[in-house]
């Protein structure tokens, strides 16, 4: 079972740099979300969709892209990288957005220099 | 503001002992509370909690929620050195969010 998979694993960018770091689900789940992971601070909402077509914005979109043209993926898109960006990256999936635990992926980790 | 509090912030056991962890909430619109346990990679799963008064259980690890009060908490019993890691409490109100973890290590 692949769950929820996440690539690339580890990334480093310069300032200024774009890309897109994907998640994957097949588990046809409709809830999709980011979240980025800092010592200290625990998880944090980035974007997330309920639905292929829906996306919104969570605690810290600023500097972040998401779209949902499927119901499998669900890519992250980092328009201009900057070093507060550094970071490590989940996406999480589950069957809805109400009371259904979320799975994760193993993570994505992103330095900027 | 919605938030979720975690106490404490790390703690360092020996094997055999228990170990209790905090989590506190203010949330408007409360739907659930649910702890995950983290070790090298992605969270995991452990519980989902709705209800006040009702203990979860798994193995050595219990659960339980008081709505009135606004807290939580997770207990695990005769700790192992397998227990080591970073457990993370977070609410439902339709979007989860999660507090800064405690971390928890077991010494053998």
């Known amino acids: 079972n692949a769950g929820v998979t996440q690539t690339p694993k580890f990334q480093v960018l310069k300032t200024g740099q774009s890309m897109t770091l994907q998640c994957a689900q097949d588990?046809?789940?409709?809830?999709m979300s980011w979240y980025r992971q800092d010592p200290g601070m625990g998880l944090r909402l980035i974007h997330y969709?309920?639905?292929?077509?829906?996306?919104d914005q969570g605690e810290v979109p600023n500097g972040y892209n998401v779209s949902r043209s499927t119901t499998e993926d669900f890519p992250l898109r980092l328009l201009s990288a900057a070093p507060s960006q550094t970071s490590v990256y989940f996406c999480?999936?589950?069957?809805?957005?109400?009371?259904?635990?979320?799975?994760f992926g193993n993570g994505t980790r992103l330095t900027v220099t | 503001e919605d938030k979720v509090v975690q106490s404490p912030l790390s703690l360092v056991v020996h094997e055999g002992d228990t170990v209790t962890l905090n989590c506190s909430y203010e949330?408007?619109?409360?739907?659930?509370l649910l702890w995950y346990k983290q070790e090298k990679k992605a969270p995991t799963f452990l519980f989902m909690l709705t209800s006040s008064g009702i203990e979860k259980k798994s193995g050595r690890l219990s659960s339980i929620l008081d709505k009135k009060e606004l807290f939580s908490i997770l207990n695990i019993t005769a700790t192992q050195t397998g227990d080591s890691a970073i457990y993370l409490c977070?609410?439902?109100?339709?979007?989860?969010?999660f507090g800064a973890g405690t971390t928890v290590t077991v010494r053998a």
């Open positions: 977070a609410f439902n109100d339709y979007k989860l969010s």
């Open positions: 949330v408007t619109n409360f739907r659930s």
């Open positions: 999480a999936s589950s069957k809805d957005d109400r009371d259904s635990p979320l799975h």
């Open positions: 588990m046809n789940h409709e809830y």
């Open positions: 969709s309920v639905g292929a077509g829906i996306t």
